[in-house]
């Protein structure tokens, strides 16, 4: 059975031949180097292999990479400016643990929330103690499990929102993956909220 080590690494190899040490302006050792203690630290864990290996936001912008994910050869794509984008901050209490990277324990697309308006699911996800996802993990869901939107449901991203109240949302769209945004009050038959149990850094291992 793969460790959670393992399966770390693993993640790391696909988002580095995706091009994401591109994204942070350094070679492919200095990435790697960076997620090092993350996954040395789980060499000693019994988390399993249920984990999102994610790269916070300081070190590649969200906006650069849902170009990045593919489902069949079709590349993911957004119609919203970077700048849109990049105004979805994670809301208080879904902050990243102290990056480069971290880990997203147990992430799930939220099929049991579909069909809900976002401020209505997020008082559903938080009643069953459960963690709403920010954009930068909805966008690792879909750059690491992309069949997930193809065999799941597309997933608003409630740990995130605009200074306009909207949230971040991954969902199929011309066969391919699309990253756009919906108003905290509007309902969507084919998303569901993606949501975690926990978000663990480096430092709560030790």
């Given at each position: 059975?793969?460790?959670?080590?393992?399966?770390?690494?693993?993640?790391?190899?696909r988002?580095?031949?995706?091009?994401?040490?591109?994204?942070?302006?350094?070679?492919?050792?200095?990435?790697?180097?960076?997620?090092?203690?993350?996954?040395?630290?789980?060499?000693?864990?019994?988390?399993?292999?249920?984990?999102?290996?994610?790269?916070?936001?300081?070190?590649?912008?969200?906006?650069?990479?849902?170009?990045?994910?593919?489902?069949?050869r079709?590349?993911?794509?957004?119609?919203?400016?970077?700048?849109?984008?990049?105004?979805?901050?994670p809301?208080?209490?879904?902050?990243?643990?102290?990056?480069?990277?971290?880990?997203?324990?147990?992430?799930?697309?939220?099929?049991?929330?579909?069909?809900?308006?976002?401020?209505?699911?997020?008082?559903?996800?938080?009643?069953?103690?459960?963690?709403?996802?920010?954009?930068?993990?909805?966008?690792?869901?879909?750059?690491?499990?992309?069949?997930?939107?193809?065999?799941?449901?597309?997933?608003?991203?409630?740990?995130?929102?605009?200074?306009?109240?909207?949230?971040?949302?991954?969902?199929?769209?011309?066969?391919?993956?699309?990253?756009?945004?919906?108003?905290?009050?509007?309902?969507?038959?084919?998303?569901?909220?993606?949501?975690?149990?926990?978000r663990?850094?480096?430092?709560?291992?030790?």
């Amino acid at each position: 059975m793969l460790k959670a080590s393992e399966e770390a690494q693993k993640q790391l190899d696909r988002i580095v031949a995706l091009g994401y040490p591109d994204v942070a302006d350094m070679s492919a050792a200095a990435f790697r180097a960076l997620a090092r203690p993350l996954i040395r630290a789980l060499e000693d864990s019994d988390l399993g292999t249920q984990i999102l290996l994610v790269p916070t936001r300081e070190l590649v912008s969200p906006e650069s990479l849902i170009a990045r994910t593919s489902i069949n050869r079709m590349a993911g794509f957004t119609t919203m400016p970077p700048r849109d984008i990049a105004s979805f901050l994670p809301q208080d209490g879904f902050e990243p643990p102290e990056g480069p990277f971290y880990l997203v324990v147990e992430p799930h697309t939220g099929t049991c929330y579909i069909n809900r308006e976002p401020d209505v699911a997020r008082k559903l996800i938080d009643s069953d103690e459960r963690l709403p996802l920010t954009l930068e993990e909805g966008l690792a869901i879909a750059t690491q499990h992309p069949e997930w939107l193809l065999e799941k449901n597309g997933f608003n991203l409630l740990g995130s929102r605009s200074a306009d109240g909207r949230v971040p949302s991954i969902w199929m769209s011309q066969n391919a993956p699309r990253l756009g945004a919906v108003w905290p009050n509007s309902r969507h038959t084919w998303l569901g909220n993606a949501f975690c149990m926990s978000r663990r850094g480096v430092s709560l291992f030790h």
